[in-house]
């Protein structure tokens, strides 16, 4: 019999606008964008719902106009988390293999060690969203990077446990139960854009992922194939819009059009060229040189990445970004951003653009929608190890079937 695709399901409320996506997963694996719903973000201000009732209608639209696109309804989504609140701490967990004498380690195993790895202290407020194994010991011999198979008494590894907001998480469950729908999983904005964006040879040599949304700037650093550091401040795209409200004395909307429409960095300082600007409240329009424009988008562009470095080299992780840097999110479209970038950081700097989605993909084709894209193939990866594990399960129970009705014939 022939089977059938499994239909899933991303949701991502940013601080500017919501994401709805929905694929088919193939029997290959792959996947097929089918739909795609986007809206206007009311309610988030940096990651935070502050007005519930208002993510709802966002989120309703979003959902509405990808079901409608795909032609089918959704009974669940999966959705990634991003803000201030969202913590790293380091654990080690401990789990024994056999008692007395060595047995072979299998995923059980890894299963449970990983899983005494969370038995973290975190703050209170907060609500473990992932456990991140970075190494394993077996009977004493540190990195190991798959342990499965080997004997062994006793199993460690050494994880990172990224931890989130409680309050955050319950109003996006909220948000997604008032639509009557289910939540199958929730995952890390950050760590969403990076599966979207980066190569595994990136991951593996050193690497940071920068997304400068609207309301955030979410930097993380991979090396060796693993998710090391997460740093998450409030100084972003909309950041840069207020800096050019202030200085060009005009509406917050009206400055982020300017800003979309003419904002460039790198612009020469003998450039002549000007910029209309509307009058506010019936005042006359009037003119600015565009770099002086390009000087205010630059003054904050150069403190946003100032915190990046900062964080990054605190951790002494900043002189092991072998690949450099890869700016994704809406604000990493800016024009002149990677040649400032690389001139900032002294290191090589591209744009991440999401991939992996086969069928409309260009409709999401864009650093924008990392994290949207990322949270599909990150609930794609989900439900591929829950089908592994149904399907070792039926084999075992199989076996064990076989096995019980030939020592009824012995015996």
Known sequence: MKQEP???AALDVGSSKTAVLICERNVDGSLT???FGESKTEGVEKGNIVNLEKVVKSVQKAVLDAETMADVRINSVSTCVSGEHIRCVQSRGVHPVASGEK???THEDVRKVIEAAQAVA???DSEIVDCVAQSFVVDGQEGIKDPVGMTAVRLEVDATVIAAGKTQLENIRHAVARLELGLSDTFVGIEASSVATLTPEERDMGVAVVDIGAGLTQTAVFLGGKMKFIHIFGYAGNSVTRDIAAGCVLPFEQAERLKLEHGELLIPSDNQESIDIPGIAGREPRRVKKSFLGEIIEARFEEIFSFVRGALE???????LVTG????????QMPGIVPFAERFFGLPVRIGFPTRLGGMSNLVNAPAYSSSVGTVLLSSSVAEEKQSASK??????GLLGVLTRWLKKKF
């Open 122 to 124: 975190v703050p209170a």
């Open 33 to 35: 964008l089918i739909g």
């Open 325 to 332: 840097v890869v700016l994704t999110g809406g604000s990493s």
């Open 392 to 397: 070792k399960g039926k084999e075992e129970r």
């Open 314 to 320: 605190k951790q002494n992780l900043y002189n092991k």
């Open 6 to 8: 499994l239909l899933l």
């Open 103 to 105: 047995g072979e380690i």
